[in-house]
């Protein structure tokens, strides 16, 4: 067996367990070094799960066993703290957004391809087995050849759970770049690159107010749109609407493609696990649940593990930043497009990264 990959993480927030708990699930890599502003929490973490190191970032990136840095920051901070890694010549997995910049996102790519190394971002929720199960559904035409779509997310706003919820509101932020990469990226898989956007935003509150937590009472002020609503053009013709919202108090995530045999309902995008239900193009309005399937990785970090064996075979990783940087052009364009009154072109491209091989998990 080659050795582990040796991990350092970035960013010690809430979900930072997410991430080492799928890391503990497996051998190929080992989280070697904890780096936060805050380096006290980042020494009790470090503690807790038995990490070696600990540190601020500059100290992670002193160390000779990091191979690939995990940056789990606020989006604010996530081309800077990418941009350090690969200019060290490290691998580098980010969360989602890969910038808020496409400028910047367009550097990262750049950077990677200059030093030689590796660049994956988030979402790798696809990778999952209820979004394989759907996807690969998708690929056997079982809907006939896909032609729209429908995705939709919405509720109140994290301003009601999080404990420091200001960079939601901040530009950079808002509930495009925070959960539209999630089904954006879900609808590309499913249908290819977007050529165009049109849309419409909102802001229904100038401020809001921290509900829980060490800041809870303080005042945020509301700096980005919080509902917006978007038509895209796929490459391949077909046409998707996608409403993104904090302004809501019903909670929904949906997302369905209809084609001309049938619709999927997918799983939820933000999720591993879930169903996917058949409709086939019938009067009845008869159903199918498909359960998924075994093949797929269980939770936040199953990229960074297709990353690794990508990394010892010499082969594509799946959460390839060109598909991430696609997305963070998409979004920008919707926010062009609403400040325009103007459909806008999309200039890049990616292809839809290929379904996981029968029995891929992670840790097999």
């Known amino acids: 067996m080659t050795r582990p990959l040796g991990l350092g993480i970035v960013g010690v927030g809430d ?33 807790e799960h038995g990490v070696p190191g600990h540190g601020t970032y500059d100290e992670l990136l002193a160390d000779p066993t990091v191979d690939l840095v995990v ?17 060290s010549g490290r691998h580098v997995w980010s969360e989602k957004p890969l910038a808020v910049d496409l400028a910047e996102g367009r550097e990262l790519l750049d950077l990677a391809d200059e030093h030689g190394v590796r660049l994956g971002c988030a979402p790798d929720t696809f990778l999952g087995p209820a979004m394989q199960t759907a996807l690969g559904l998708l690929a056997d035409g079982r809907i006939g050849t896909p032609r729209s779509a429908h995705a939709r997310f919405q509720y109140c706003g994290p301003d009601y759970w999080h404990p420091n919820p200001s960079f939601f509101f901040a530009p950079g932020g808002g509930p495009l770049l925070d959960m539209g990469p999630y089904y954006l990226t879900a609808l590309v898989q499913a249908l290819g690159p977007i050529t165009r956007v049109t849309a419409l935003t909102d802001r229904a ?5 921290v509900a829980t937590g060490p800041h809870a009472g303080e005042t945020i002020a509301v700096e980005v749109p919080t509902h917006v609503l978007a038509l895209c053009t796929f490459a391949g013709g077909a046409i998707a609407d996608l409403s993104i919202s904090f302004d809501t108090a019903l909670f929904a995530a949906e997302i369905e493609v209809s084609g001309t045999a049938g619709t999927l309902r997918l799983p939820d995008p933000n999720r591993f696990d879930g169903d996917t239900t058949f409709f086939p193009l019938s009067i009845e309005q008869t159903s199918e649940t498909v359960p998924p399937g075994a093949t797929g990785g269980s939770g936040r970090g199953s990229g960074i593990v297709d990353m690794a064996r990508a ?35 999309i200039a890049s491209r990616c292809a839809p990264a290929a379904l996981l091989p029968e029995g891929w998990a992670v840790g097999v």
């Not at 509150?205 to 107010?209: D, F, K, L």
């Not at 075979?313 to 940087?325: K, V």
């Open 15 to 47: 979900i930072l367990g997410q991430y080492l708990e799928t890391f503990a699930l497996t051998d190929e890599v080992e989280v070697r070094f904890l780096a936060g502003r805050d380096v006290t929490r980042a020494a009790e973490r470090a503690a």
């Open 71 to 87: 940056n789990l920051t606020v989006p604010q901070a996530h081309h800077a703290i990418t941009r350090a890694a690969l200019v």
């Open 311 to 345: 990394i010892h075979t010499a082969q594509p990783h799946r959460t390839d930043a060109r598909l991430a940087f696609h997305v963070l052009d998409v979004m920008l364009a919707t926010t062009t497009s609403a400040e325009t009154g103007r459909p806008v072109d």
């Open 205 to 209: 509150h100038e401020t809001r107010t």
